[in-house]
């Protein structure tokens, strides 16, 4: 069965540094997402992407952060200074096209730990 | 704007015994409501989810959710709870239009004892 896949599983970084989270969605899919869990709290959307594009972002996904899709497999998301608050379990996510409302099928999580 | 809330942060139960996991939401348009499973050191697994139609819906592992308006709540209930139940529950809700973006609650983590 397909399954949306992410590396690395556990990240840990200076403060400051630059780190690169790497996802590959399912390969038919179209829309594509990050998500955020701080340790205790609530999952956090913070983009989707579709058609080469942001589609959507929260307030959270500053400047800071940026996403790409280099070579229609893969699914980054950059975050080029990090700070301590940074420190979180980001999930990747793809859904197939269509209407609103399809399932966002997730990958395992990469836990980044800035240090 | 959309809002999930999740009574509670534990629910424990014996196995065999009923699990009910309450979820009340918020939304100024017709939402779609969906409830995800998260086991140790995985990512988040779709249990089920309400878009159109039938308002009682089923999902994996006998459990299922019913949709009320009126109370805007959609609930996860399991007639017998086992010990692979364990696990953390999320519910979300995402517009009906747009791109889908899920807006989550804290989550319940589900305690099953023998």
């Known amino acids: 069965e397909p399954e949306v896949t992410q590396t690395p599983s556990h990240q840990v970084t200076q403060m400051g540094q630059e780190v690169i989270l790497r996802c590959v969605p399912i390969?038919?899919?179209?829309?594509f997402y990050w998500y955020r869990q701080i340790l205790g709290q609530k999952v956090e959307f913070l983009v989707s992407?579709?058609?080469?594009?942001?589609?959507?972002k929260s307030e959270i996904f500053d400047d800071q952060f940026s996403v790409e899709r280099p070579d229609g497999s893969n699914f980054t998301l950059k975050i080029r200074s990090t700070k301590l608050e940074d420190s979180a379990m980001y999930f990747c996510?793809?859904?197939?096209?269509?209407?609103?409302?399809?399932?966002?099928?997730f990958g395992p999580g990469t836990r980044l730990t800035v240090l | 704007a959309q809002s999930v809330t999740q009574l509670g942060s534990h629910v424990s139960v014996s196995e065999g015994a009923l699990v009910l996991l309450r979820c009340n939401y918020s939304?100024?348009?017709?939402?779609?409501l969906f409830w995800y499973v998260q086991y140790p050191n995985q990512g988040l697994q779709l249990l089920l989810k309400y878009t159109t139609g039938a308002t009682l819906v089923k999902g994996i592992n006998g459990f299922e959710a019913e949709f009320k308006k009126s109370e805007t709540s959609f609930h996860l209930t399991k007639p017998s709870a086992h010990m692979s139940d364990a696990a953390e529950y999320f519910c979300?809700?995402?517009?009906?239009?747009?791109?889908?973006?899920?807006?989550f609650g804290k989550g319940t983590m589900l305690l099953v004892s023998p």
């Open positions: 939304s100024s348009v017709p939402p779609y």
């Open positions: 979300a809700v995402s517009a009906y239009s747009g791109y889908s973006t899920l807006t």
């Open positions: 992407f579709y058609n080469n594009e942001i589609s959507e």
């Open positions: 996510a793809s859904r197939p096209g269509g209407s609103g409302g399809g399932e966002q099928f």
């Open positions: 390969s038919n899919h179209l829309y």
